[in-house]
C-alpha cells in the first residue's frame, strides 16, 4: 500500500489529476494523487473528482485543459500562466505520460542543462557543445527558484527552428512539483516560448508528467509542437526510470553536485526548507 502524504505543502495545493482529453463522458477515470485513490468522473459536461476510498468529493477545477483537484483546503490558487492569455499562442497539452521514478525526480532532470547533448543528441544539445555555462539562482519575492542568463547552444531547439544556436533559458520552480520553461523562439527572437511541467506525485516512486506548451505559433501546427514535446520526453523516460534511488536525496552530502548543478541544489534546498518530504529522502540530522 502506498504511503499516503503529510505535507501540508502538497495537501493543501492543487495538482492535475486528469487531461481532459482522457475522460469520456460518464465512464469513470481512475487515477491516483499523493497515495490516494481517485475517481473523476465527467457527467453532462461536468467533472467531478470522489476519493475512491470514502466516496468524498474533493474541491476540483478545469484549467489548462487539465483537471485539478486538491486533497484538503487550498491554501493558494491554481498555477497562474500569462501566457495562456496570449492569442498568438498554441495552448498544446503534450500528453499525459506515466514515468516511474518520484515526481521531484522529474522536475530536477527538468531543470538539468547537462544532459542536453547526451541524452537529446542533435536536438537540444550535440558534441562539442557540452559546457554549461554559469548562470544565476535565487529566490523570488513570489517564493520561487528562478534560474537566469541560462545558455546552451542547440542544433534543433523547436520544431519551427532551421538551425543552430544559443538558446537563452529561463527556469522557475513555481511550486514543488510545477516547473516552467522559457526558452528563446527561433523566429521571434524578442519573445520566449513556455513549458510548463505539472508532475502528478501518484506516489514517492511514481509520477504522471503533464506538459502544457505555450509556443508562438508562427505557421506551426498544434500537433508540431505536440510531437516534439512528446519526442524530448521520451528520451528523458528511460533515463528517468533508471535513477537509483527512485526518491529524491535532501541530504546536501548524499550527492555530489557540480557547478552546473547550481538550480538543482537550490531546488532541493527550497523543498528542506518547505519541509517538502513526499517522493524524497530526507536530510539527515
Not at 79 to 98: K, W
Not at 148 to 175: H, L, M, N, W
Request: hydrophobic share 40%; charged share 25%; aromatic share 10%.
Amino acid at each position: 500500500m502506498a504511503a499516503r502524504c503529510v505535507d501540508r505543502e502538497l495537501l493543501n495545493d492543487w495538482h492535475i489529476v486528469a487531461d481532459q482529453e482522457s475522460l469520456i463522458q460518464d465512464t469513470p477515470f481512475p487515477t491516483h494523487l499523493l497515495g490516494v485513490d481517485l475517481i473523476v468522473r465527467k457527467r453532462s459536461g461536468r467533472v467531478e473528482v470522489v476519493r475512491a476510498d470514502t466516496g468524498a468529493a474533493l474541491k476540483s477545477a478545469e484549467r489548462y485543459g487539465f483537471i485539478w483537484a486538491c486533497l484538503d483546503k487550498p491554501w493558494r490558487d491554481i498555477v497562474y500562466i500569462p501566457e495562456a492569455n496570449e492569442a498568438d499562442r498554441h495552448l498544446v497539452s503534450g500528453g499525459s505520460i506515466a514515468v516511474k521514478v518520484s515526481g521531484l525526480r522529474a522536475v530536477e532532470n527538468f531543470l538539468d542543462m547537462g544532459h542536453f547533448p547526451f541524452v537529446h543528441t542533435g536536438w537540444l544539445g550535440e558534441e562539442p557543445h557540452t559546457e554549461v555555462a554559469p548562470y544565476n539562482v535565487e529566490i523570488t519575492a513570489q517564493d520561487e527558484v528562478l534560474a537566469t542568463e541560462c545558455k546552451f547552444y542547440q542544433p534543433i531547439a523547436s520544431p519551427t527552428a532551421r538551425e543552430g544556436f544559443v538558446v537563452d533559458y529561463v527556469y522557475k520552480v513555481i511550486r514543488p512539483y510545477t516547473v516552467a520553461l522559457y526558452k528563446s523562439n527561433p523566429i521571434q527572437k524578442h519573445r520566449l516560448d513556455v513549458i510548463t511541467l505539472f508532475v502528478q506525485p501518484v506516489d514517492e516512486e511514481n509520477c504522471i508528467a503533464h506538459p502544457f506548451l505555450c509556443y508562438l505559433k508562427d505557421g506551426m501546427e498544434a500537433a508540431t509542437v505536440r510531437s516534439f514535446m512528446q519526442l524530448i520526453f521520451a528520451q528523458d523516460k528511460p533515463i528517468l526510470e533508471n535513477q537509483v534511488p527512485k526518491r529524491l536525496p535532501l541530504d546536501p552530502r548524499a550527492e555530489t553536485p557540480i557547478r552546473a548543478d547550481a538550480v538543482s541544489v537550490s531546488y532541493r534546498r527550497w523543498l528542506r526548507d518547505r519541509s517538502v518530504t513526499y517522493g524524497a529522502i530526507p536530510a539527515q540530522n
